[in-house]
């Protein structure tokens, strides 16, 4: 299908809003409630069944529980499973969701590879598949709404350069890239595309150090950077988790400086998660380029049901909604079908309070609680 220059516009995200519990009850991890019905997409019911990779991060429950309130929205029931960020596992669940004919499928991929022949198995049984966040390469997906992580690692790394240059007059210093772990496709591509960007300024001294994304080593390496380098300049967290381990050792050394002291430690993210989102208001964290989970759970949800449940092809074009703060991404040919990745952006002192950014949504609206 060729490209199409009219505008898609569906339900606000107010629509989201309403109903739903908080974490303690939102049944995230389990099967909530009965399939009921008409026939819908291939299952002959009006179930969503979201096979998760992990709810290990905060990131991934949000997603969990905006698919879960999309769903309710329009009537479907929800159900869930955890992979714990096991590939076969996920394949499994893949497989037993199957068997019970959805009326829509929903997945976080753990393998970009491995869910093929699952989608395909999907796509004999006329049950909508949805991917969100992680896209595929192989495998015949109905929608996917993803982000572009080499262009937010770049994003990050442009920042750090301006507020470098904005600091000394020309763009010089140490910065520590405290990266995810490679085997993920996600944090390699943000690893590259913030190095790709740092590695034009000469005068930059890049402290690449692995942290495989938890929280634990995020601060043990940035406690050992601060000890080695305690004139350190910037540093780069891909991730919340990664942040809340650099800014703990910050504070625990003296140097959680606010912005505008002249010992502040340039700091900048990935994600935008309700802590990041409070570090910006205390000037600890300088900007964070953010990824909508929100976003991805409650558009999947609508695309497969305005058109994929009714037997119809995700239209090539622009989606616009004034309810998200990005406001408008297109939706283009993709290895797998039709894929719409949201445009990364800053959110920093100026936009943090817009109530359109995930973190305050899932917080100010949703009640839920990052612990």
């Known amino acids: ?70 769903s309710k929205e329009i009537g479907y029931t929800f159900q869930t499973t955890d992979a ?85 007059g020309s763009v010089k210093g140490t910065v520590l890239n405290a990266y995810g772990a490679l085997s993920s496709v996600a944090w390699r591509q943000r690893k590259e595309g913030f190095e790709a960007v740092l590695k034009k300024y000469p005068g930059v001294k890049i402290l690449a150090r692995p942290t495989d994304g938890a929280e634990t080593k995020a601060r043990d390496v940035a406690a050992a950077t601060l000890s080695e380098y305690p004139d350190l300049d910037a540093a780069h967290a891909p991730s919340g988790s990664i942040t809340r381990g650099i800014v703990t050792s910050m504070k625990n050394a003296g140097k959680a400086k606010p912005v505008g002291d002249d010992d502040h430690i340039i700091l900048v993210s990935i994600d935008g998660e309700p802590q990041s989102l409070q570090w910006t208001r205390d000037k600890i964290l300088d900007a964070e380029v953010s990824q909508d989970p929100v976003a991805y759970g409650q558009i999947c949800v609508e695309m497969l049901n305005k058109y994929a449940v009714a037997g119809k092809e995700v239209p090539l074009q622009d989606y616009s909604n004034k309810d998200y703060f990005w406001e408008k991404a297109p939706i283009v040919k993709g290895a797998t079908g039709p894929t719409m990745v949201i445009p990364p952006y800053y959110i920093d002192a100026d936009n943090v309070e817009d109530p359109r950014q995930w973190g305050n949504v899932v917080i100010k609206d949703w009640g839920m609680k990052q612990s």
Request: with cysteine.
């Open 84 to 168: 714990k960020q096991d590939a076969s596992a996920q394949y499994n669940n893949w497989n037993s969701a199957l068997l019970q004919r959805p009326g829509m499928i929903i997945s976080d991929p753990v393998d970009s590879e491995g869910l093929a022949p699952m989608t395909k198995k999907a796509g004999q049984q006329k049950i909508p598949v949805g991917i969100i966040d992680t896209p595929l390469t192989k495998g015949e997906t109905d929608f996917t709404v993803s982000f572009d992580n080499r262009k937010g690692g770049e994003l990050a790394g442009q920042k750090v350069a301006d507020l470098l240059k904005k600091k000394y």
């Open 1 to 70: 299908m060729s490209e199409q220059t009219t505008s898609l516009i569906l339900p606000t995200r107010r629509q989201f809003l309403t109903g739903g519990l908080g974490l303690a009850a939102a049944g995230v991890l389990g099967a909530c409630g009965e399939t009921s019905g008409s026939a819908a997409g291939g299952g002959g019911n009006k179930t969503a069944s979201y096979v998760n990779k992990g709810m290990d991060f905060f990131f991934f429950v949000v997603q969990s529980e905006a698919v879960k309130r999309a």
